[in-house]
């Protein structure tokens, strides 16, 4: 394969210039890509990789990389993960070539399929390995697509956000429900790959271009840090009179922002406002101002400023901000699509607990968990992943295996397993034998769990506190503090001190012992869930048997679990019976 | 424009299809001019759920109307009802920029949007937004805030949406009668026209109108609507539940209810017989009297307690009582149960008169298609710059562009 490396052509500015790599994985990966290439909007060299080559020969990237050619021979993957890692990995050495010497590496992925979701954790890992600063660029499936592809779709996102330095994810949901009814499926997915393309293009001016209020890459990450975060991304250009305001109500429309709605509830914004050399002070500060209705008070705004002059006399405003998938689940359960949203809220919730879980399991100091393997069968293999100094190869045979939580199939299981394993971990393997018979098949033993959590809960920053003498665990405290117990605070520190476990030795038992109250923690909340959800599927079970006479084919009016098109005296007297 | 414009309003009910035809004066005097009324099919709780049948029912009402009146009807206010219907109060919060102290106009407007960009879920459409009041830096109850001073400026606006597909079907159904829908109207709401008087509104008054097929209300509160909905249940449920308690078909149920049925059932002494008839006269078996009427207390109390549940918060407030009107509210004692249920001072009312046929407004089953004409009327005395066939333009376009869908 020939390859034009553009981001290298004009020879003096590329010292100057962060050199940049877009890697397209998978067909919506390589759809961005496309779009990139057509645009011409970004400055870099662009990847598509693919393990179908039909896709590859259509793709108007540059570079093209055939993901596993012998094993796959050009098929796609269809669907499964594994064989995309397997390709992924097959072509390891061409990839790494690719992307080598880049300083900062975009990949593009849509989750869910094959190829996105099972290459991608590879080729960031190798990105990671060249040095580059990595960024993600995912998007979730659509609800309709089945929960199976949003099950691949979670695994895979946990394992990028191990490798990825800053994760985008957008919600292929919330841009599709905003699209007109009418409009074709194939429009819904163009309009999502505009979108990201859109984004992409503006995280690397905005991240790469000096501007006079300078944002970087730090400021991106804190607005993106929310735990289990999606992006909610807004870009307006405009030009003419009243062009600072008309970029940024271009950029409110956009349907991750939800004219402005979505953004009453997220924690940090990064607005960034750029513009050619007539951009004026009264401008910004006009935009500044008008988004100031749409953001609340406690908001932290992290401002830039850039002066382009390929603008011309345009003024750009890019919103990026992130909002935890609960909040946007919130705001879209008032439609009635919600009947193919509820499912993905119960999916993602307990999902969204375990990444703190697997990823601190510190090998070190937990015994070899041959035992517990079967007790556990999910956990177990979380020693093997610290996601620090291993081979590519082994680490992603374990993370295969870890498969993160079975999402969608039987819950109430997988959480009475990890409640098992919860306490096996410090004891000796003989007990937790003993002990996995029982919690297995008893379907109420959630209850005492749920009692537990509490107490738990408020221990963990008193445990965080005891061990202030070490470094680790003073950091760990502040952290904590800082954080108010915050989930997405949790998981840094936690990983951050796996990292720092060797050099603080004696930091180490109160480590575990946080670690596991977390996790405990974390069980518990899936206990709840899981209980929620049964509890609500009982009170409709009971319905529609009774008689309601002519008004049998009607809607039912059910007021408080009763049908109330059933006669009253009838009602009355079944509970007198009662 | 002429010196009075002729409305005709349709209301599908569950009941009864009912088109009447009025003329509103400029000087904001109503006269009845025909009613057409036609027994209705295929309507199931507000809603319809037989296109063919509703059509042909309606064409019967119309044709008599159209007789009566001596009008040809081609655009009408169409009532809607239906248990999907929700209402809301919002409130948008609008400051001024810093350098400007006088509300302008712009304001107000920039004020009203906030208000009016309220969340309703996707699939839904706005039915109704009407301005409750303003409020500039706190003060309440402004009504024309234009040319005052002030900071804050808060439109209160009361939303009122339903599913948009049921509407929709709604307005199909009467389009392919033909007939053009000039607007669609929550029933309660032109009902309240004219079954609640200036004065009723200002004090505080629920208006209930207690159909067939459901419930709907209206609460004002110091002359601002405050709240309004539908329990979908209605004197069908009666019936369906006298019909299954005496193992008799509906249709003589519906008659049992009418001619004998009261809701009071404690008065009525032990051992008092009723004898169901059929069609020919014929003796089919007797009933205790007190028993027809225990049955239809229970569900009459239910479907009130269901009412009260919705508008619980503002009960406290209203000084005008509840005004009870359509059809159900001829029961028997239906106004002693509502007192009960509600505590309150209870109106049995009908429209409030107008000039024309006096037989009709008397009759509170004809408070919705009435109010219907009141209502056209007020909104075209509102906006008085766009013609209603501007209006019926822009109606329209909005209904093709969601059809072709």
Known sequence: MVEYDRSQSPEGASTAAPRICIVGVGGAGSNVVDRITLDRIVDATLVCAHTDVRVLGHSMAPVKIQLGAELMKGIGAGGDPDLGREAALFSRDQIRHSIENHDIIF???????????????????????????????????????????????????????????????????????????????????????????????????????PGLVKLGLDDLTSALANANGRCLFGFGEARGQNRGTEALKKALKSPLIDSGRLLHQTKNLLVHVAGGESLTLVEVEG????????????????????????????????????????????????????????????????????????????????????PKREVAARKAPAPYAPPVESTPDLLFKSAAFSSVPAVGEAFP??????????????????????????????????????????????????????????????????????????????????????????????????????????????????AVLTRKSTADSQQTFSLGEEDRGRFKDTEPSIVQGEDLDVPTWMRLKKKLRR | ?????????????????????????????????????????GVRKGEIVDFEKVQTCVNDALVRAED?????????????????????????????????????????????????????????????????????DGQEAVRQPIGREGRVLEADYHIIHGVRGRVQNAIRCVREIPLEVEDVVFNPV?????????????????????????????????????????????????????????????????????????????????????????????????????????????RTKEILIQV???????????????????????????????????GIKVTRAGSAPVSGITATFENPQYSAPIGLIRYAQILDSEKPFLSPLKRLGRRMQELLSSITL
């Open chain 1, 107 to 209: 990949i593009s992925a849509g989750l869910g399929g094959g190829t996105g979701s099972g290459a991608a954790p590879v080729i960031a890992e190798i990105a990671k390995n060249t040095g580059a600063l990595v960024l993600v660029v995912a998007t979730m499936p659509f609800s309709f697509e089945g929960r199976r592809r949003l099950a691949q779709a979670e695994e895979a996102l946990e394992l990028l956000q191990k490798r990825a330095d800053a994760l985008v994810l957008f919600e292929n949901n919330r841009m599709g429900e905003l699209i007109l009814p009418k409009d074709g499926i194939q429009k819904a997915f163009n309009q999502a790959d505009q979108l990201i393309a859109q984004s992409l293009r503006a995280i690397s001016t905005i991240t790469t271009t």
């Open chain 1, 287 to 370: 935009v500044m101002k008008q988004l100031g209705r749409h953001v609340p008070d406690q908001t932290h705004i992290l401002f830039g400023l850039g002066v382009d002059a390929k603008l011309g006399d345009a003024v750009a405003v890019t919103l990026i901000s992130s909002l935890g998938l609960n909040q946007l689940n919130a705001h879209a359960t008032a439609a009635p699509p919600s009947e193919m949203l509820q499912p993905r809220a119960e999916v993602t919730a307990p999902v969204a607990a375990p990444a703190p879980v697997f990823a601190p399991a510190p090998a070190a100091v937990t015994p070899a968990p041959a």
């Open chain 1, 413 to 526: 299981l997988t959480s009475l397993h990890l409640e098992a394993a919860a306490p096996v971990q410090t004891q000796d393997p003989d007990v937790a034998l003993v002990e996995e018979e029982e919690p297995a098949f008893e379907e109420h033993e959630p209850e005492p769990p749920v009692i537990a959590a509490a107490p738990v809960f408020a221990s963990i920053p008193e445990t965080a506190r005891i061990p202030a003498s070490t470094p680790v665990a003073k950091e760990l405290a502040d952290a904590t503090r800082n954080g108010n117990g915050k989930e997405s605070t949790l998981a840094a520190v936690v990983a951050r001190s796996v990292t720092l476990q060797t050099e603080a030795a004696p930091a180490q038992d109160d480590l575990i012992s946080f670690d596991e109250q977390h996790e405990s923690t974390m069980i518990s909340a899936t």
């Open chain 2, 1 to 41: 424009m002429a010196k009075s414009t002729i409305y005709a309003g349709l209301e599908i009910g569950t009941h009864k299809i009912c088109v009447v035809v009025g003329e509103a004066k400029r000087d904001g005097a109503i006269k009845i001019l025909g009613v057409g009324q036609a027994p209705s099919r």
């Open chain 2, 68 to 136: 009566r009146s001596d009008v040809m009807i081609r655009n009408v206010f169409l009532g809607v009802t239906g248990a999907h219907i929700e209402s809301l109060n919002n409130r948008g919060r609008h400051r001024l920029p810093d350098e400007q102290t006088e509300i302008g106009e712009d304001d107000v407007e920039e004020a009203k949007e906030i208000a009016r960009s309220v969340s309703i879920p996707q699939s839904n459409v706005f039915l109704h937004s009407v301005t409750r009041q303003y409020i500039v």
């Open chain 2, 190 to 298: 032109a009902a309240a026209q004219v079954v609640l008087t200036r004065e009723a509104k200002m004090q505080g008054a629920l208006m209930i109108d207690f159909g067939a097929g459901t419930c709907d209300y209206v609460l004002y509160e110091d002359g601002m609507i405050t709240a309004s909905g539908c329990v979908p249940l209605g004197g069908d449920h009666i019936t369906n539940d006298v019909s299954m308690a005496l193992q008799i078909p509906n249709g003589r149920a519906e008659r049992l209810k009418v001619e004998e049925g009261s809701v009071l059932y404690e008065e009525v002494p032990e051992g008092e017989m009723l004898s169901i008839e059929d069609d020919t006269g014929l003796i089919l078996g007797e009933i205790e009297r007190a028993f027809l009427n225990e049955v239809m207390n229970l």
């Open chain 2, 308 to 342: 009260r549940v919705r508008v619980e918060d503002h009960l406290g407030r209203l000084g005008a009582g509840i005004y009870l009107t359509g059809g159900v509210s001829m029961m028997k004692g239906v106004d002693v149960v509502a007192r009960e249920v509600f």
